[in-house]
T-cell receptor
Framework: AQSVTQPDIHITVSEGASLELRCNYS??????LFWYVQSPGQGLQLLLK??????LVQGIKGFEAEFKRSQSSFNLRKPSVHWSDAAEYFC??????????????FGGGTRVLVKP | KAGVTQTPRYLIKTRGQQVTLSCSPI?????VSWYQQTPGQGLQFLFE???????NKGNFPGRFSGRQFSNSRSEMNVSTLELGDSALYLC?????????????FGPGTRLTVL
C-alpha cells in the first residue's frame, strides 16, 4: 500500500529565513505528487503538483518543490518565509491508474510556526 | 466561479445519533471526494463519487455512507455516531475525467460528537 511520510511534525522558522519541508513516499512507481496548505479553520489549498517532466516544480505563494526519484522524495521549499506562511502543510500522493479515481493519500502534516 | 461549499460548517451531535453533511462542488465538476481529518489519524479518504456512482472507497465502517445527485451535489451520512467520529469532514471536487484532475477542497464541516 502506498504511504506518505512527513518526518517533521513541527518546524519553527524566522520570518525571512528559508524553509524546507520534507516528504517521502512509498510506492511501486512514480505517483502524482502534491503539496497542500491548510490555514486554521480552513480547507486545503493546492500549492503545487508534479505529474511528470521537469523535476523542479513552481507553485503559488513563492513555493517550489523538487522531485527526486532516487530518494522517493518531494520536498517543499521557500527561499524567504512570510508571517502569513504559518500554517499546516500536507504532502499527498494520487493514484497511478485511472480506475483508482481521485483518491489522495496524505502525509501526517508539518505545522510551520513563523517567528517575527 | 464559486468554490466548493459545505453545509453546515459546524455540527454538534450526541452518541447514537446520525448526521448528514452536504457538499456542493464547483460548477461543471462531476467528481466529489470526502475526507475525514482528525488529530490522531490525520487526513483519511472516505469515498469518491463520480456521475452518481461510488468510484472508490476508503477503509471506513459501513456506518459511513454517501451519495451523489444528478447535479453532482453530494451528501455523506454517518449513522450511530461514536465519539471517535468527531472530526473535520472535507469535501473535494474535480472534473473527474480524464485521468487524474486537480481537486479543490471546501472549508469543511466540523462535527463534534458528545
Amino acid at each position: 500500500a502506498q504511504s506518505v511520510t512527513q518526518p517533521d511534525i513541527h518546524i519553527t522558522v524566522s520570518e525571512g529565513a528559508s524553509l524546507e519541508l520534507r516528504c517521502n513516499y512509498s510506492y511501486g512507481a512514480t505517483p502524482y505528487l502534491f503539496w497542500y496548505v491548510q490555514s486554521p479553520g480552513q480547507g486545503l489549498q493546492l500549492l503545487l503538483k508534479y505529474f511528470s517532466g521537469d523535476t523542479l516544480v513552481q507553485g503559488i505563494k513563492g513555493f517550489e518543490a523538487e522531485f527526486k526519484r532516487s530518494q522517493s522524495s518531494f520536498n517543499l521549499r521557500k527561499p524567504s518565509v512570510h508571517w502569513s506562511d504559518a500554517a499546516e502543510y500536507f504532502c499527498a500522493v494520487g493514484p497511478l491508474f485511472k480506475a483508482a479515481g481521485n483518491k489522495l493519500t496524505f502525509g501526517g502534516g508539518t505545522r510551520v510556526l513563523v517567528k517575527p | 466561479k464559486a468554490g466548493v461549499t459545505q453545509t453546515p460548517r459546524y455540527l454538534i451531535k450526541t452518541r447514537g445519533q446520525q448526521v448528514t453533511l452536504s457538499c456542493s462542488p464547483i460548477s461543471g465538476h462531476r467528481s466529489v471526494s470526502w475526507y475525514q481529518q482528525t488529530p490522531g489519524q490525520g487526513l483519511q479518504f472516505l469515498f469518491e463519487y463520480f456521475s452518481e456512482t461510488q468510484r472508490n472507497k476508503g477503509n471506513f465502517p459501513g456506518r459511513f455512507s454517501g451519495r451523489q445527485f444528478s447535479n453532482s451535489r453530494s451528501e455523506m451520512n454517518v449513522s450511530t455516531l461514536e465519539l471517535g467520529d468527531s472530526a473535520l469532514y472535507l469535501c473535494a471536487s474535480s472534473l473527474g475525467q480524464p485521468a487524474y484532475n486537480e481537486q479543490f477542497f471546501g472549508p469543511g464541516t466540523r462535527l463534534t460528537v458528545l
